[in-house]
């Protein structure tokens, strides 16, 4: 008798905790969604690659992932590029056609395009670069809530800090961040499931 009057108090804790908490919950996950809404990127005149002007229009299409970082980066940024990298490789060729990636330099006083074209030559298949006036890149990264800072060495040399999770578009409206934590498998999902 004791113990079915136990687990009787338990599961009443139980239920009026739950029920105490669901409204904090759901006011987390509101929360998170009022600030990943404001992320809608802005109006820009960048440059890409080959020296062609870049615009926002550039972000429509089926599925978008736009990834900031910077060529002198010695971990985060080739590693989530390479595991994009992957991603694409293991598409089937429709779901493929239907995929841009773009990669937005945070340093663009050292990535030039030139510079770009040849980091992004590294991996197999095609990537879009991104560079051009420092301000605007600036302006553009904030938009889409990607934070950035440069931290100098000793010898003047600098590296920088900067937001590293992957953005996903679709049809250039804000759906969805692929933290960089992210295992490879968890990217091909979250990519896969919008294609």
Not at 95 to 109: R, W, Y
Not at 157 to 185: F, M, P, Q, V, W
Request: charged share 25%.
């Amino acid at each position: 008798m004791k113990l079915k009057t136990s687990i009787t108090v338990i599961t009443g804790c139980l239920v009026i905790f739950l029920f105490l908490m669901l409204p904090v919950f759901l006011s987390m996950e509101k929360t998170k969604d009022d600030i990943e809404s404001k992320f809608k990127g802005s109006e820009f005149s960048l440059i890409d690659v080959n020296n062609e002007v870049i615009t926002e229009s550039s972000f429509e299409g089926p599925l978008t992932a736009i990834f900031f970082g910077f060529t002198n980066c010695p971990d985060i940024c080739p590693m989530t590029l390479n595991n994009l990298d992957l991603v694409i490789n293991n598409l089937d060729e429709k779901k493929k056609s239907k995929l841009k990636i773009f990669f937005v330099s945070i340093d663009p006083e050292r990535d030039t395009p030139e510079i770009i074209k040849e980091y992004l030559n590294s991996f197999d298949n095609k990537m879009y670069g991104i560079t051009g006036d420092p301000k605007k890149i600036f302006l553009m990264s904030q938009s889409w809530g990607v934070m950035s800072e440069k931290i100098f060495t000793g010898d003047g040399e600098y590296l920088i800090n900067h937001s590293s999770s992957i953005i996903l578009l679709k049809d250039g409206k804000y759906i969805n961040r692929i933290s960089h934590h992210a295992t490879y498998d968890d990217i091909y999902k979250n990519i896969n499931k919008y294609l």
